[in-house]
């Protein structure tokens, strides 16, 4: 089978881990096609860079549980290890920031002790005890001399989590944690994929990169009786048991609903650029991914860093404290805490206008009766005074609707993934507007915030929104469209009175936005490229971080400055919600 442009290497192997049979709307088909292949190489090779602090959430927790459980060290000296630790780890690895190893020591306590408690039960239930396992379980095919259709000669599948079996071998356990609560379900497919390796795959040592896997297929002298998989909680110790199968079972389940999933995912043709570029070995031959050198004049960070994306979301949380971005954006560490009161509202407001935006055919919101309150609060769930000023932002909506009296034959575009790359900074740049429609061969970007507070008139559009700047900037880099000059980013900026509500236009297609545009997407982007520590800043936004938990400062901030009891006072002045990620 030739490879694609922009890979090089051989595609005989095919290795599946069960997260590639989830399905993935946003997923571009190259990307997991190649990803299937790890012998594949990007071409020209891409050199592997050491991020300056760690960047894989669970990593430390593993570190932990392999102390815990295959070096018999206790509790209470993982947790004085992780305490002592400035840098990486067990001193391998990158440098673990300050906040990221106080929540591992959170997730392991709760980790241990929600284990603890699933094998008492197991116990009175009259099931035999797990112990760790060393050695993942793999489930591989015999290599065969010819191809098959894929192309393929040979099929690995393997696993992520925590395995445990007991001495018998009848019982065999996975836990899979979650960065929050335990997920109470997974994907069909991925848990069939679980259950097949789980069933059927036998301890295998870990082995280099790209290195080639023994020819003969995986042999288990003892196969379980009974396959379990659990879903734990980081943050709350909670724990779901979402799979409990017999062999026969898992092999079912792996056929009917991991096999088809697998089949599309190393086999279906096509591009869609996005997130997926970030990882894609194929990028040098991508022709589908819009280049935009010096989009917006930025320096390439040194020492080089691994290619990375941004967002405006990115740079406002960046801005806004570095140590969030890298915990809560990047690391996704999440304490639970309840979203304030205005961002439910925005929420609510932009699904409100999804749905209608996306009806088919197009119709304008003018057309549409006003939405009462109590509608919104059941389809939002919202408190009463929420949801009567959701009903009133959007009754003003209806007037500054951008569907009204539109054409059926124009482009209506919900929450539309613009993406492009920057080489020279070897940036992945992603925007997501909440509509971008045409209007007479125009294209338009509307963003629509929601705000307790009117426009401050003494702070430009594009500073107070970056999302507007970049969508600028995006237009004029021809990312969307064909000319600038034909051309509008619209802000839409929703309040609840009648009559307060103010839509704003800007034209990319002019030299001083442009100028102004970029100069405030540097302002925003070259500290966050150059950071290597993410360093606390402490502010009002620590009440809403969902890591302050495991922040020092953040935490004394929080005690020193008590939240405002006033629901204005919990409304960012910029807009309620954030964008979608």
């Known amino acids: 089978m030739q490879n694609l442009p922009g890979v090089a290497g051989d595609s005989w192997l095919i290795r599946a881990s069960p997260r590639m049979a989830r399905p993935d709307d946003a997923a571009c088909p190259t990307h997991r096609r190649t990803a299937l292949r790890p012998l594949l190489l990007a071409d020209p090779a891409v050199p592997f860079r050491r991020p300056p602090r760690e960047e894989f959430g669970f990593g430390p927790l593993f570190t932990a549980l392999d102390l815990l459980e295959h070096e018999g060290w206790s509790v209470e000296r993982v947790r004085e290890?992780?305490?002592?630790?400035?840098?990486?780890?067990r001193g391998w690895g990158a440098p673990v920031h300050p906040a990221h190893l106080a929540w591992t020591a959170h997730a392991l306590e709760r980790y241990v002790a929600a284990r603890t408690r699933e094998q008492a039960a197991a116990a009175e239930a009259g099931l035999p005890e797990t112990k760790p396992v060393k050695q993942p379980w793999t489930w591989r095919t015999r290599r065969t001399d010819a191809p098959d259709a894929r192309g393929a000669r040979q099929y690995e599948h393997t696993l992520w989590g925590?395995?445990?079996?007991?001495?018998?071998?009848?019982?065999?356990d996975l836990w899979l944690p979650s960065m929050g609560r335990a997920k109470t379900d997974r994907p069909d497919a991925e848990l069939g994929a679980v259950a097949q390796v789980m069933a059927f795959g036998a301890p295998t040592p870990r082995r280099k990169q790209r290195a080639h896997p023994p020819p003969t297929a995986t042999e288990s002298a003892r196969l379980p009786r009974l396959v379990r998989v659990f879903d734990i909680g980081c943050a709350d110790g909670s724990v779901e048991e979402l799979l409990s199968a017999d062999p026969a079972e898992a092999r079912q389940r792996f056929r009917d609903d991991a096999v088809p999933a697998f089949v599309t995912a190393a086999t279906e043709l096509g591009v869609q650029p996005g997130e997926s570029c970030v990882d894609c070995k194929a990028i040098a031959g991508c022709t589908e991914l819009k280049r935009a050198p010096r989009l917006w004049g930025g320096r390439p960070p040194t020492p080089a860093r691994q290619r990375r994306s941004v967002s405006a979301w990115d740079l406002r949380l960046y801005a806004e404290c570095p140590a969030q971005y890298h915990l809560a954006r990047r690391l996704h560490l999440n304490d639970l805490s309840a979203e304030d009161r205005g961002a439910r509202r925005g929420r609510a407001v932009d699904a409100w206008l999804d749905a209608e935006h996306a009806d088919r055919p197009v119709r304008g919101c003018r057309d549409r009766a006003t939405p009462e309150p109590t509608a919104v609060r059941a389809r939002a769930g919202l408190d009463d005074a929420s949801a009567r000023e959701a009903a009133g932002m959007l009754a003003e909506h209806r007037l500054l609707c951008p569907l009204n009296g539109l054409d059926?034959?124009?482009?209506?575009?919900?929450?539309?993934?613009?993406?492009?790359?920057?080489?020279?900074?070897?940036?992945?740049?992603?925007?997501?507007?909440?509509?971008?429609?045409?209007?007479?061969?125009?294209?338009?970007?509307?963003e629509t915030k929601t705000s307790a507070r009117p426009l401050w008139e003494r702070e430009a559009l594009l500073h107070a929104y970056p999302q507007l700047a970049l969508g600028v900037l995006l237009f004029h880099a021809g990312a969307l469209g064909d000319d600038p000059r034909r051309s509008w980013v619209e802000l839409e900026h929703l309040r609840e009175g009648h009559g307060e509500s103010r839509l704003e236009t800007i034209d990319p297609g002019r030299a001083e936005n442009v100028d102004e545009a970029r100069a405030v997407i540097a302002g925003l982007s070259q500290p966050l490229l150059n950071d290597t520590t993410y360093e606390p800043r402490t502010g009002r936004h620590c009440h809403g971080c969902q890591a302050r938990t495991w922040c020092r400062p953040g935490t004394a901030y929080v005690t020193d400055h008590p939240r405002p009891p006033s629901p204005d006072a919990r409304t960012s002045p910029r807009g309620d919600a954030p964008p979608h990620a």
């Open 81 to 89: 290890e992780l305490r002592r630790t400035h840098g990486p780890f």
């Open 162 to 172: 925590r395995m445990y079996a007991s001495s018998d071998g009848r019982v065999r």
């Open 408 to 446: 059926a034959d124009e482009q209506v575009l919900v929450q539309h993934r613009v993406t492009a790359y920057v080489p020279e900074l070897d940036i992945v740049v992603l925007a997501v507007p909440d509509l971008v429609y045409t209007h007479r061969g125009r294209w338009i970007w509307r």
